[in-house]
């Protein structure tokens, strides 16, 4: 069984820095599609980046809103998948959440945010940014 933890959250103000970790266990490859997610209370959980390592592609891809200040990486031999966020801003202000896509078919869609595509999650790590 896979399960995922999130860890690496905490209060910066804006234009710092945070690099959130996704501890994975259980996983029997690096086949994998995996994404970041985060939650404001009252708000739809938004997409925020993904990366298909299947075959060793390492494609990546960002919501508008992050594009040239989040990166997302992964460590295999930790198997951890990281999120770098750079020049952060108040609005990135939420719950950051970690998933694994149910197949790779996920990472390569054109909507690959949607709810039901994605399982499991982290229990997540709260980023807070103030100005």
């Known amino acids: 069984q896979v399960q995922l933890a999130e860890s690496g959250g905490g209060s910066v103000q804006a234009g710092g820095s945070l690099r959130l970790s996704c501890a994975a266990s259980g996983l029997t490859s690096w086949n994998n599609c995996m994404g970041w997610f985060r939650q404001v209370p009252g708000k739809e959980r938004e997409g925020v980046a993904l990366i298909d390592s299947y075959y060793g592609t390492d494609s990546t891809r960002f919501v508008d809103s992050v594009k040239g200040r989040f990166t997302i990486s992964q460590d295999n031999a930790k198997n951890t998948v990281y999120l770098q966020m750079d020049d952060l801003k108040p609005e990135d202000t939420a719950m950051y959440y970690c998933?694994?896509?149910?197949?790779?078919?996920?990472?390569?869609?054109?909507?690959?945010?949607?709810?039901?595509?994605?399982?499991?999650w982290g229990q997540g790590t709260q980023v807070t940014v103030s100005s």
């Open positions: 998933a694994r896509a149910t197949t790779r078919s996920v990472c390569l869609g054109g909507n690959p945010w949607a709810d039901g595509m994605w399982n499991p």
